[in-house]
Antibody
């Protein structure tokens, strides 16, 4: 069974930084595009960022461009999101999800809270 | 950005009822649309992609249709475990966006 497990969430002050991770198992990680999708409390999901299978191509939603960086380590079956200059409106559950277009497999999510 | 609008926002139906949810795109997305089910406290689950292709393991009572700007998700015979929020998502161009969701309750 495919498993995606996120970690690294927590409470951070506005302007701070956080790096979240996702580890895959039972999954040919290196052949899949991967994504971060977030969901603010009581809201619908929002796609945040996509990285190609090789890691050579990335895309971001405008609201995080220049602040967030997606990366991956295929040897360790791991996906990362470096989040800098965090804002209150970045508070959400962050999910890693596989797919080059739609999202087939999802992790359980990690909560990031930006608050003073 | 392409905006996705779902209707209704909430609906209440009885077990066995036929339920239809509509999703409209602000411009054509051809058939690049997916549907997800999300139960409280859980991650979204893929139901349908390419507007009408059922994901493996999803019950056949779920179906999708449409193209261009108007799409529908139909549950042919509502079951108690279908109580959830349903989201559409386009993948026609970046940024991929979701609808605001339709909450389905069982009467």
């Amino acid at each position: 069974e495919v498993q995606l497990v996120e970690s690294g969430g927590g409470v951070v002050q506005p302007g701070g930084s956080l790096r979240i991770s996702c580890v895959a198992s039972e999954f040919t990680f290196s052949t899949y595009d991967m994504n971060w999708v977030r969901q603010a409390p009581g809201k619908g999901p929002e796609w945040v960022s996509n990285i190609s299978a090789s890691g050579s191509l990335t895309h971001y939603v405008d609201s995080v461009k220049g602040r967030f960086t997606i990366s991956r380590d295929n040897a360790k079956k791991s996906l990362f999101l470096q989040m800098n200059s965090l804002r209150v409106e970045d508070t959400a559950v962050y999910y890693c999800a596989s797919g080059a277009t739609f999202f087939q497999y999802w992790g359980q999510g990690t909560l990031v809270t930006v608050s003073s | 950005d392409i905006q996705m609008t779902q209707s209704p926002s909430t609906l209440s139906a009885s077990v066995g009822d036929r339920v239809t949810i509509t999703c409209r795109a602000s411009q054509t997305i051809y058939n690049w649309l997916a549907w997800y089910q999300q139960r409280p406290g859980r991650a979204p689950k893929l139901l349908i992609y390419k507007a009408s292709t059922l994901e493996s393991g999803v019950p056949s009572r779920f179906s999708g249709s449409g193209s261009g700007t108007r799409f529908t998700l139909t549950i042919s015979s509502l079951q108690p475990e279908d109580s959830a929020t349903y989201y559409c998502q386009h993948y026609s161009s970046f940024p991929w966006t979701f609808g605001q969701g339709t909450k389905v309750d069982i009467k």
